[in-house]
């Protein structure tokens, strides 16, 4: 991963929007023949995925597709653009109508959480896109509203399920960071996770010996073992806590909020 941020939204707004939701002016038929914008975007995503963000630049990408550079900006207007185009490609959600589950609002965000792990653990260079303020296009939108027709019946407020996916989200970059960086640490220094704990075994041996370290002596063998399962457990605390946070809502809106009991009829 590089060690530079882009930001989201930082080009031509009111272009980007055109590109994304093909409200624009079509390029005539340029000097290559197939050259699509659907074609320029995958490519750049391709490219991205190989060798990092800051792999991708419009030369770069003409050089892929074999063509001048000048014909890529008849399609995009520059990087900057395409970053954005390239967001809402990856974003694309899946058209299988089960990939949040066929459960309820719980097993569809658990679902979520997943599926958002492995799309950063398939585009790493995600995590050096400031999306803090994105431009929204058909993927992204579809994505929202396939999540949010299943996590309607919480019964929240608007902002507050809105927040929810939020708050997945949030938990599962940060957890992505963490499994990418072990990765780039990895491969960078020659050494694997075992060697590079093993390389620190006689300094902490001698520590937990010392008595200055008596909880952390007391934990397991097996407490910062790779078999647990951290992402999960910390998903799942989410999760439960959402579940309180709807219990709550329900009881406080009587039992006929969620269907479970109707009024009494007159005899």
């Known amino acids: 991963m590089a060690s530079g941020t882009e930001t989201s939204g930082s080009g031509d707004v009111g272009r980007t929007l055109e590109l994304l939701w093909d409200t624009g002016r079509r390029p005539s038929r340029g000097p290559k023949p197939g050259?699509?914008?659907?074609?320029?975007?995958?490519?750049?995503?391709?490219?991205?995925?190989?060798?990092?963000?800051?792999?991708?630049?419009?030369?770069?990408?003409?050089?892929?597709?074999?063509?001048?550079?000048?014909?890529?900006?008849?399609?995009?207007?520059?990087?900057?653009?395409?970053?954005?185009?390239?967001?809402?490609?990856?974003?694309?959600?899946s058209e299988d109508p089960g990939d949040l589950g066929d459960g309820d609002w719980r097993t569809a965000l658990e679902a979520l959480g997943h599926a958002t792990l492995a799309l950063y653990r398939r585009h790493t260079w995600l995590l050096e896109v400031n999306q803090s303020r994105p431009i929204l296009g058909p993927s992204a939108l579809d994505g929202m509203e396939k999540v949010l027709a299943r996590i309607k019946p919480m019964g929240l407020t608007d902002p507050e399920l809105v927040s929810a996916i939020v708050l997945i989200d949030g938990y599962v970059v940060g957890a992505a960071r963490t499994q990418v960086y072990q990765e780039e640490a990895e491969r960078t220094s020659g050494l694997t996770d075992a060697q590079f704990w093993q390389a620190q075994e006689p300094v902490l041996v001698k520590a937990m010996t010392s008595g200055r370290y008596p909880v952390l002596a007391s934990l397991s063998e097996d407490a910062f073992g790779t078999g647990f399962d951290h992402f999960d457990f910390g998903l799942q605390r989410i999760l439960d806590g959402l579940e309180v946070l709807v219990a709550a809502r329900r009881a406080a809106d009587g039992p006929a909020a969620d269907g479970s009991a109707t009024a009494e009829q007159p005899s």
């Open 35 to 93: 050259l699509t914008l659907e074609r320029i975007v995958e490519a750049a995503v391709e490219v991205a995925d190989r060798d990092g963000l800051g792999a991708v630049s419009m030369r770069r990408i003409a050089t892929e597709l074999g063509t001048g550079t000048m014909s890529l900006y008849r399609y995009v207007p520059g990087k900057a653009e395409l970053l954005d185009l390239m967001l809402d490609r990856v974003q694309r959600p």
